[in-house]
């Protein structure tokens, strides 16, 4: 198998403020933004088959605001590729007996083993957002929480874990009006739920505790990229192409492949159809 070396697109880190009265840029055609997102998920399978060949083990977190466009990123990387190898995580409430265990430990199941990819829909990073602000947890939690976190991460760091954290920044405008988008489809309606309002509420103390959270955990083993977020297609572009630079990997892609030839048709007679239930063709 011959392996053409495939270099990274250089990543363009940028932090762009929650607030900022700089103008939204137009939004890419649906046919432009199509076209890169094909050729980022052709790489994205490039890079998924460079880490089951070299057993690597990639984490990558998706935090921000609620209707920041995690899930539409999530759903973009993982479309093409082997849920066996890439695979999605998103807890939901911690349990009673979670609740009483250490904080990490309900995360560290679902870490990765060699050859794997885990994208984190939502962390550990919980008790430094939703549960600081709602008051989910105490304030002895919340400190124990911020001393820790870098200590864990630099221990995955060290254990041969690939660790990428992203920050999906939205406006209160833009998050606004995604969250009017989702009272009148029927479709999202399930996204907005009561503690989806009551964060809606509290756009400052949220905006503290993030503030608060990087100055805490945006270390060097493991830094935060803050992705601008206004605009979906953009950002969904922008966090993919970063994704792909920042784990070096080499073009594996096998070469074709000839199919034999099919077995002989020889004394197998197919059971009448009638004997078997058939879905009704609505669609014909």
Request: hydrophobic share 35%; charged share 30%.
């Amino acid at each position: 198998m011959s392996k053409k070396k495939k270099k990274s697109p250089a990543a363009k880190p940028v932090e762009p403020p929650e607030h900022t009265d700089t103008p939204k840029p137009e939004k890419m055609s649906r046919k432009a933004y199509e076209r890169e997102l094909e050729k980022l998920q052709v790489e994205l399978v490039k890079l998924q088959e460079w880490i089951r060949h070299e057993g690597l083990k990639v984490v990558v977190i998706f935090e921000g605001r609620d209707a920041a466009g995690k899930g539409g990123v999530i759903k973009r990387i993982t479309q093409r590729l082997n849920p066996r190898i890439a695979r999605v995580v998103a807890l939901g409430t911690p349990t009673e007996r979670e609740k009483t265990q250490w904080y990490f430990q309900r995360y560290v199941p679902h870490l990765p083993a060699a050859g794997e990819m885990v994208l984190f829909d939502r962390s550990w990073y919980n008790r430094a957002g939703v549960e600081r602000v709602m008051g989910f947890c105490t304030e002895e939690e919340y400190r124990e929480f911020m001393r820790s976190c870098p200590e864990f991460e630099r221990m995955l760091v060290r254990s041969g874990i690939i660790l990428i954290k992203y920050w999906f920044s939205v406006s209160d405008e833009e998050q606004e009006r995604r969250f009017q988008a989702r009272l009148t489809d029927p479709t999202k309606r399930w996204k907005l739920s009561p503690m989806d309002l009551e964060s809606r509420a509290r756009w400052v103390e949220y905006s503290r505790a993030k503030d608060e959270m990087f100055k805490y955990t945006d270390i060097k083993q493991a830094p935060w990229y803050v992705v601008n977020a206004d605009v979906k297609r953009h950002a969904r572009l922008n966090c993919i192409h970063h994704l792909l630079s920042v784990i070096p990997y080499e073009d594996l892609t096998p070469d074709p492949i000839e199919l034999p030839p099919r077995q002989a048709d020889v004394g197998y007679v197919r059971p009448p159809i009638t004997d078997q239930t058939f879905v009704p063709e609505v669609y014909p």
